[in-house]
């Protein structure tokens, strides 16, 4: 993914800073979205297992927005996630339950059990494909932002030396800045200096407070960011930025759950109602045209 970063010119599908953030969907008290119907066109695509549960436990990182945050002055979880689960619950007829979780706890729960699913802007990388597949739901590009007043551009990963960069523990993203270290000390440039933060949040207040100068994320991320920032961020790397695909993750042995949602995204996009969530959201250019699980097309 971003070893191409250099090489790969991407032009945002939108104007950086101008959104509106127009999602309606929010969990009820109970961190649910949907209600169990037997009468929903997939219900009985749906493992038996959960129908009998009730509910599909879905692991969700609450700092995340434009994907799921916390509503200003509430508890309530909204988001494009959000918006995306109740849609695809009228299909398959079983709620997901959301449970707020650290972005660590994330894959361990998943393989304990604790977790059925989880959802964000989760990338894959082979040591999450050992153990997890991941339904896609859009194709964002990585685009860098820092303050307001940088006076730089990142036209290719070299320009990040000499630059204090910010990123997170799981992010797939680390591995390639922990690589760039490397190609700035070994080709005699200027020390990039990676901070490494436990959490997004955490990420994102280096940013602010000007212990960095510089990190990458998803486009829509970053988006967002900018939009509540009263003009403190911007990008800096316009028009540059590796698409890749993001999804929800599904433990490995569970090809039936995949298997129905991935049915169910197919009638989402095929009734216009995902393409109208991510509209509401304005992220549509980040969208999908067909349903993928790990990056490939699935057949009907």
């Not at 299909?91 to 660590?104: D, H, I, Q, R, Y």
């Not at 070994?186 to 901070?195: H, I």
């Not at 436990?198 to 998803?218: H, M, P």
Request: aromatic fraction near 8%; include cysteine; proline fraction near 5%.
């Amino acid at each position: 993914m971003m070893e191409k970063l250099a090489g790969i010119v991407y032009i945002l599908g939108f104007a950086l800073g101008t959104a509106t953030w127009m999602g309606s969907g929010q969990a009820n008290a109970q961190g649910a979205v949907g209600r169990l119907d037997a009468s929903a066109p997939l219900y009985s695509e749906v493992p038996e297992s959960y129908r009998s549960a009730g509910t599909i436990k879905v692991a969700v990182t609450t700092d995340a927005p434009p994907y799921q945050f916390y509503e200003e002055g509430s508890r309530a979880l909204k988001g494009v996630n959000v918006d995306l689960l109740t849609e695809l619950s009228k299909l398959t007829g079983v709620p997901f339950k959301l449970e707020p979780a650290s972005f660590p706890s994330v894959l361990p729960g998943l393989q304990t059990g604790r977790f059925d699913m989880s959802v964000g802007p989760f990338g894959a990388n082979s040591e999450r494909l050992q153990v997890v597949n991941f339904l896609n739901f859009l194709h964002v590009s990585q685009v860098f932002v820092g303050r307001a007043d940088a006076e730089f551009q990142i036209s290719s990963l070299d320009d990040l030396c000499g630059r204090k960069v910010a990123e997170f523990q799981g992010d797939t993203n680390l591995a390639t800045m922990k690589e760039q270290v490397q190609a700035c000390q070994s080709s005699g440039r200027p020390e990039l200096a990676l901070s490494v933060y436990k959490d997004n949040a955490a990420q994102w207040q280096g940013l602010f407070s000007g212990r960095d100068e510089v990190l990458i994320s998803s486009a829509p991320f970053i988006q967002y960011r900018i939009s509540i920032s009263n003009g403190a961020m911007k990008v800096v790397s316009p028009g540059i930025g590796a698409r890749n695909y993001v999804g929800w993750m599904v433990p490995k042995d569970d090809q039936a759950l995949v298997g129905a949602l991935s049915e169910a995204m197919r009638m989402a996009m095929a009734s216009g109602t995902y393409a109208k969530v991510l509209k509401a959201w304005n992220i549509e250019g980040e969208a999908l045209t067909e349903v993928r699980v790990n990056g490939e097309p699935v057949s009907p």
